[in-house]
């Protein structure tokens, strides 16, 4: 039996509490601490946790960080600018990390961290959520369709909590990094207009270059690929207001959103095209993801003892399988092309 | 006054493009026909 440390009891961390505790799997959790530093959010998911709270499986620390975590595995679902400190603290512990953020300079930040990571031999995934973190694993499975891929491209809609709404707000302000022809290209966020389509029921939503860590990560992953970009979906004012602070309070959480990956290179001598995509509530499915990272982990499945994306970490089939088990839908788009 | 002239004409020409473009149409745009469908059996492999 395992015990797996939560920072952060927002929409994400407490689902995934929620998730592992509710495994009857392999290397289910016996026990979870959630950590936060906001007291309402510490009761909200007690409540949410009722049933395993009263059983005496779920612990609540009103704190940020463990100076001595007594925990397998250690979940970082806390707002930006605070994931850092909390992946370094939990390295310096000797535990693996499962992250589930999305900014970039954030990402990037703790990747300097990889080092250390290799050296600790300490798995620590990055990206553990739904973009990144799925939207990774569908590129990967998507990836081993082809005999060379030439480009890679990623779109998601929605976000999961305020503080993930945050980012995205924020994101679409700032650079975004787009890998091209063998350098980072620079781009101004809320940029390149390209009109995606996403599984049902969000279908189709006008996409814009943002500062997304998914390019990044993809990279890493595959260093091969000739052309990565990662765009979100965003209205007109979205992209108005993107350089104010955030003019009015988010939802406790957003609606339904959806991840797509369009992948391009050459089957045997043609050209192709395979895009997949998932539809889900974005904390419902980064909660999910980062609950299965957390069994995979626990189990010693994880395929690197260091630092890396999710898509580097994990078998893509068996993954996409068990979080289809959490109702995550991985899903492939079949159409024709024509002129008109 | 020219300068005047010379702005008029500009902008007239400028709405005269924009209509003509709006009227003929642009670069035509590639056409999607189809949808989603879950991975499953042999996709999963």
Redo the contacts between chains.
């Keep these: 039996m395992s015990r797996v440390a939560i920072l952060g009891a927002g929409a994400v961390g407490t689902r995934v509490a929620r998730y592992l505790l509710a495994s009857g799997s392999v290397g289910s959790v016996d026990r979870v601490l959630l950590r936060d530093v906001d007291p309402e959010r510490l009761s909200g998911a007690l409540a949410v946790l009722d049933e395993a709270a009263a059983d005496g499986r779920v612990e609540v620390e009103h704190a940020p960080f463990p100076d001595q975590a007594d925990a397998d595995v250690i979940v970082v679902a806390t707002p930006r600018g605070t994931q850092l400190r909390a992946v370094r603290e939990a390295l310096s512990c000797g535990i693996p990390v499962v992250l589930s953020g999305d900014g970039l300079a954030e990402t990037v930040a703790v990747a300097r961290l990889a080092d250390e990571a290799g050296e600790r031999g300490v798995p620590v995934v990055l990206g553990a959520g739904f973009a990144p973190g799925l939207s990774g694993v569908l590129a990967a499975h998507a990836h081993s369709w082809f005999d060379h891929v030439e480009e890679i491209h990623v779109a998601k809609v929605g976000a999961g909590g305020p503080a993930c709404a945050l980012v995205h707000h924020r994101a679409l302000s700032r650079l975004s990094y787009d890998w091209r022809g063998g350098g980072w290209r620079r781009r101004p966020g809320g940029s390149g207009r390209e009109l995606c389509w996403f599984p049902e029921p969000v279908g189709p939503m006008d996409c814009y270059r943002a500062a997304l860590s998914d390019p990044v990560l993809l990279h890493h992953a595959f260093p091969e690929v000739e052309r990565i970009t990662a765009r979100m979906a965003a209205t007109r004012l979205d992209r108005l207001t993107a350089p104010l602070p955030m003019l009015s309070p988010t939802r406790v959480e957003g609606g339904v959103g959806a991840v797509r990956v369009e992948v391009r290179g050459r089957r045997g001598t043609t050209q192709d095209v395979r895009v997949l995509g998932v539809a889900e509530r974005p904390a419902v499915a980064a909660a999910a993801v980062a609950a299965t990272t957390v069994e995979w982990a626990l189990a010693g499945r994880l395929r690197v003892r260091g630092m890396a994306s999710l898509a580097e970490m994990v078998e893509p089939v068996s993954f996409l399988s068990d979080v289809g088990d959490r109702g995550l839908v991985a899903e492939i788009f079949e159409g024709e092309h024509a002129v008109v | 006054m020219r300068m005047i002239r010379r702005a008029i004409a500009a902008l007239w020409t400028t709405a005269a493009v924009a209509v003509a473009l709006r009227a003929v149409g642009g670069v035509?745009?590639?056409?999607?026909?189809?949808?989603?469908?879950?991975?499953e059996g042999p996709?999963?492999?």
């Design positions: 035509p745009v590639e056409r999607q026909s189809g949808g989603w469908r879950p991975l996709d999963l492999t």
